[in-house]
């Protein structure tokens, strides 16, 4: 189900993965807490696989967060050497309990699979196997990666994976188990995170490097872009499967995606963001009484904002931050006031001043605008909207959901004309050229897309919208 009280209007979090090799450890808990620290990527249900070497593999997989879908009794259920996790938000495919990861399949050989990213190709590669008689369980890309390694004739693994690897197109970065091993890889592009952590003598992988804190372990490195890297018994080994491809890193995982105290690109984030907002108050100016942000994921930046401006910083807001997702619907007499359930601001901090208000990102504006409203309703004198993106004005087709392009508020729109839009005494975005200049990064190695219209790699169909595929194929149950 949409839970209209919580969700952001900004572009959804796509999935978070996570891996490990460690005998003499708990590593169902361990993959516990890494999907805990991973759960901003996506909350729409989690799984964790488990096997000891040898054995077979177990998994548990449901709808919920993290802490809904697990309990003391379930991850003793889960005994093993190697463990599996994912935490998924729909990219391709429904919100469907088949289509919760890790999926695991048993063809040729017995395996399961976490992926984050999305396969622009996925309608020719579910065809190809159809045609081969291979079952599905599931509307989701990610199998389809999955069905190619578990039938694939290599004897081992990770051979499979360097064949499949350059016929996948898109965005994936991906952790396979088998009953011995881990394998994990990241597209030639690199549009999405994957890094290495060691925990003791062991290693394990996952999509930010908080996810590596929780659990003791050190951040390593980040896997190449079309790097092949297994973990067993005998510790790490890699090889390349793709060199050369023009690299693509997803610039919103500077801006808003990963948590800020994850390291991406050698950059730790909270202080990119803070820089964010010291650029934004050089290219816009404000004459104000307050600096707050959106909380969250605009507090950085507000303080940033604040810092090269002079303007005094406090919170606007208090945050309800024991709101996740809640099965039970507002009704129509609380349906307008929804948004309070989340934030609530505070008239003895905003009446009567001129506020700075610093946020991440602005897609279809709803949230946007209900905030400025409220901060209206609340006293504020004059509402000034900073923002720490660009305007978005494409969708993205690799991995996030950001609504169709007609959705967007900047569709079509001047910026001056989405300020009105959204009530707002004055709009500006920091400019694509403040972004790299805060995360010390180039536009030759980022993709920007969602902001420019360049995309860097081809896309086919499912673009527009992440139930293009489940529409686009039957479902032939196994």
Known sequence: MTDHLTDRDGPRDECGVFGIYAPDHDVARLAYFALYALQHRGQESAGIATTDV????????DLGLVSQVFDEQKLRALPGDLALGHVRYSTTGSSAWENAQPIYRSDSRELALAHNGNLTN???????????DVAFRSTSDSEIIAALLSTHPAEQVEDA?????????????????????????????GLRPLALGMLGDRYCVASES???????????????????????????????????ARRAFCVFEY???????????????????GRMGEILAREAPVDADLVIAVPDSGNPAARGFARASGIPHDDGFVKNRYVARTFIQPGQELRKHGLRLKFNPMPEIVSGKRLVVVDDSIVRGNTTRQIVEMLRDAGAQEVH????????????????????REEMVAHGREVAEIARELGA?????????????????????????????EYPLPHGPGGQSKDAFERAVPVIHA
């Open 54 to 61: 040898g054995g077979n593999i177990m998994t548990l997989r």
């Open 161 to 189: 994976v360097v064949d499949v690897l350059p016929r996948l197109h898109g965005a994936f970065s991906t952790v396979v188990m088998t009953r011995d091993k881990l394998v994990a890889f990241r597209d030639p592009h």
């Open 385 to 404: 909207l900073r923002i720490t993106a660009p305007p978005i004005r494409n969708p993205c087709h690799y991995g996030i959901d950001m609504s169709t």
């Open 425 to 453: 005494d004055s709009l500006h975005y920091i400019s694509l050229e403040g972004v790299y200049e805060a995360v010390g990064a180039s536009r030759a190695t980022h993709c920007d897309a969602c902001f420019t219209g």
């Open 122 to 132: 996925a309608v020719e590669l579910h065809a190809e196997l159809r045609e081969r």
């Open 210 to 244: 908080c996810a590596l804190d929780i659990i003791g372990a050190r951040f390593l490195r980040e896997l190449e872009p079309g790097e092949v890297l297994t973990i067993d018994e005998g510790g790490i080994s890699t090889r390349m499967a793709v060199e050369g």
């Open 255 to 273: 801006i808003y995606f990963a948590r800020p105290d994850s390291i991406m690109g050698g950059t730790v984030l909270q202080g990119a963001r």
